[in-house]
């Protein structure tokens, strides 16, 4: 347990204080960990290699496929229209709740930051509709729309991770995670909404508006309408999304109503699903952007796919000689209570280490992963669903998202705010998203 301590300590001073790669640094962790914990030079590089190899042939693929199939429909235009169509359903009133739903249902395969950039412009156009908070509301909206997809809702690239390293099934996590992310957004929304209400925003202060941010506005609105003939119309652009989702939910079903045969677990396999996703955007992106634009989207793609799929394996790796260390069994003790009670601690516990390391890491993704990691050798010790432990991880990673971010500050300069302003919207959301989350993952575990 102390060499673990130690283990994981190393990794996140590695990250946050001599700025190291987590690459880098989870393999060192890793290295220590399997030598000083006792499983010798040999047992250390095969726990090493063979839990990246297990995680990559259980995710990798998939996160390849996520990846690839949203920076094809960047090129589609599919985003902005998606929120245009949102404007004019909801309103100005309403639209923070249509964005926050939209980005964590149908938007999860785009890669954050990519959400980010081309939300963020809308975000503030239709703020200025709203108000004195408007813009803190609309920023709000966006940045815990984009996390509670990413970490609850299939194909978000955080979500597949936690599914493959924790061994659960896609179609369960993907069954209860729509449920959950979704309406972690909405919950959020609506309780910042009323915390603007009471004077939280100052835009003197929480606001910061650069000449370049609105000459850059300025330019993608000109270029949004300039290319929005020449894009598919929205129910066609979706389909990408939409379908592998619906691929992958049937199986599910079948599987839990037991009328499934081979061809329904072949169609409802995810890497099939993703791939036939996949397929389609390429068709789609060469239709509407032409061979040039749509080969650079998915170069783009691979070199986004390839540092997630690192960190990723080696999530696996540090999990692997966790296992190897016999540290499951030494914490199995902790986890024989009786009644709920190793429901809601195993929960607690994974929420507690995936917000800590969020905390110190700053990436939500790495922390899932590397929770997961720590968390999945010990679930053959805890009398609890593994996708409700899943989900915890989940929730625990989204807490209080702030300054040793990249994202954050992303975040900042395209929403125009300060960093007081980024606290009180990107850092609180992420907070509130994770402490209401926390209770619905809870019950979930105490039905499942």
């Given at each position: 347990?102390?060499?673990?301590?130690?283990?994981?300590?190393?990794?996140?001073?590695?990250?946050?204080?001599?700025?190291?790669?987590?690459?880098?640094?989870?393999?060192?962790?890793?290295?220590?960990?399997g030598l000083a914990g006792g499983v010798g030079f040999p047992g250390t590089v095969e726990a090493i290699t063979d839990g990246f190899g297990n995680i990559m042939s259980s995710?990798?693929?998939?996160?390849?496929?996520?990846?690839?199939?949203?920076?094809?429909?960047?090129?589609?235009?599919?985003?902005?229209?998606?929120?245009?169509?949102?404007?004019?359903?909801?309103?100005?009133?309403?639209?923070?709740?249509?964005?926050?739903?939209?980005?964590?249902?149908?938007?999860?395969?785009?890669?954050?930051?990519?959400?980010?950039?081309?939300?963020?412009?809308?975000?503030?156009?239709?703020?200025?509709?709203?108000?004195?908070?408007?813009?803190?509301?609309?920023?709000?909206?966006?940045?815990?729309?984009?996390?509670?997809?990413?970490?609850?809702?299939?194909?978000?690239?955080?979500?597949?991770?936690?599914?493959?390293?924790?061994?659960?099934?896609?179609?369960?996590?993907?069954?209860?995670?729509?449920?959950?992310?979704?309406?972690?957004a909405l919950l959020t929304v609506v309780v910042f909404q009323q915390l603007l209400r009471l004077g939280w925003w100052n835009p003197d202060k929480d606001e910061e508006e650069?000449?370049?941010?609105?000459?850059?506005?300025?330019?993608?609105?000109?270029?949004?309408?300039?290319?929005?003939?020449?894009?598919?119309?929205?129910?066609?652009?979706?389909?990408?999304?939409?379908?592998?989702?619906?691929?992958?939910?049937?199986?599910?079903?079948?599987?839990?109503?037991?009328?499934?045969?081979?061809?329904?677990?072949?169609?409802?396999?995810?890497?099939?699903?993703?791939?036939?996703?996949?397929?389609?955007?390429?068709?789609?992106?060469?239709?509407?952007?032409?061979?040039?634009?749509?080969?650079?989207?998915?170069?783009?793609?691979?070199?986004?796919?390839?540092?997630?799929?690192?960190?990723?394996?080696?999530?696996?790796?540090?999990?692997?000689?966790?296992?190897?260390?016999?540290?499951?069994?030494?914490?199995?003790?902790?986890?024989?209570?009786?009644?709920?009670?190793?429901?809601?601690?195993?929960?607690?516990?994974?929420?507690?280490?995936?917000?800590?390391?969020?905390?110190?890491?700053?990436?939500?993704?790495?922390?899932?992963?590397?929770?997961?990691?720590?968390?999945?050798?010990?679930?053959?010790?805890?009398?609890?669903?593994?996708?409700?432990?899943?989900?915890?991880?989940?929730?625990?990673?989204?807490?209080?998202?702030?300054?040793?971010?990249?994202?954050?500050?992303?975040?900042?300069?395209?929403?125009?705010?300060?960093?007081?302003?980024?606290?009180?919207?990107?850092?609180?959301?992420?907070?509130?998203?994770?402490?209401?989350?926390?209770?619905?993952?809870?019950?979930?575990?105490?039905?499942?």
């Amino acid at each position: 347990m102390l060499h673990t301590a130690i283990a994981i300590v190393a990794v996140v001073l590695l990250i946050i204080k001599f700025k190291i790669d987590p690459v880098i640094s989870l393999v060192i962790g890793s290295v220590y960990l399997g030598l000083a914990g006792g499983v010798g030079f040999p047992g250390t590089v095969e726990a090493i290699t063979d839990g990246f190899g297990n995680i990559m042939s259980s995710v990798g693929l998939l996160i390849g496929f996520g990846v690839l199939i949203g920076s094809l429909l960047h090129t589609t235009g599919a985003f902005t229209k998606m929120v245009r169509l949102l404007l004019r359903a909801f309103g100005p009133t309403r639209i923070p709740y249509g964005l926050a739903l939209a980005l964590a249902t149908i938007l999860p395969s785009i890669y954050v930051d990519v959400q980010v950039v081309l939300a963020a412009p809308v975000a503030r156009q239709a703020s200025k509709h709203m108000g004195r908070n408007g813009l803190a509301l609309m920023a709000g909206a966006l940045g815990i729309g984009i996390f509670a997809g990413y970490v609850f809702v299939v194909p978000g690239l955080s979500a597949i991770s936690i599914a493959g390293l924790m061994d659960i099934s896609l179609g369960q996590y993907l069954l209860f995670g729509i449920v959950v992310g979704p309406l972690t957004a909405l919950l959020t929304v609506v309780v910042f909404q009323q915390l603007l209400r009471l004077g939280w925003w100052n835009p003197d202060k929480d606001e910061e508006e650069s000449e370049a941010l609105l000459e850059s506005e300025a330019r993608a609105q000109e270029a949004s309408e300039d290319d929005a003939a020449a894009t598919p119309p929205l129910s066609i652009s979706l389909l990408p999304i939409v379908v592998p989702l619906v691929m992958i939910a049937f199986g599910a079903f079948a599987e839990l109503f037991k009328f499934s045969n081979q061809l329904i677990d072949f169609l409802g396999n995810a890497n099939i699903a993703l791939f036939v996703g996949l397929l389609m955007a390429f068709v789609l992106s060469r239709r509407t952007a032409g061979a040039e634009a749509s080969n650079q989207a998915f170069s783009d793609g691979l070199q986004t796919s390839g540092e997630i799929l690192l960190v990723t394996g080696i999530g696996g790796s540090l999990g692997a000689v966790i296992k190897a260390t016999g540290l499951a069994s030494v914490l199995g003790g902790m986890f024989n209570a009786d009644a709920g009670a190793p429901v809601v601690i195993s929960i607690l516990l994974a929420w507690f280490v995936a917000a800590v390391l969020h905390l110190a890491i700053g990436s939500v993704s790495v922390a899932a992963i590397t929770a997961a990691g720590i968390i999945a050798p010990l679930l053959g010790q805890m009398d609890v669903n593994p996708v409700a432990v899943g989900l915890g991880i989940a929730s625990g990673s989204l807490f209080a998202l702030h300054v040793n971010s990249n994202f954050f500050w992303m975040f900042k300069a395209l929403l125009g705010l300060s960093t007081q302003g980024s606290l009180k919207t990107m850092t609180t959301v992420t907070t509130i998203g994770s402490l209401i989350s926390l209770p619905m993952v809870i019950a979930l575990g105490l039905v499942l």
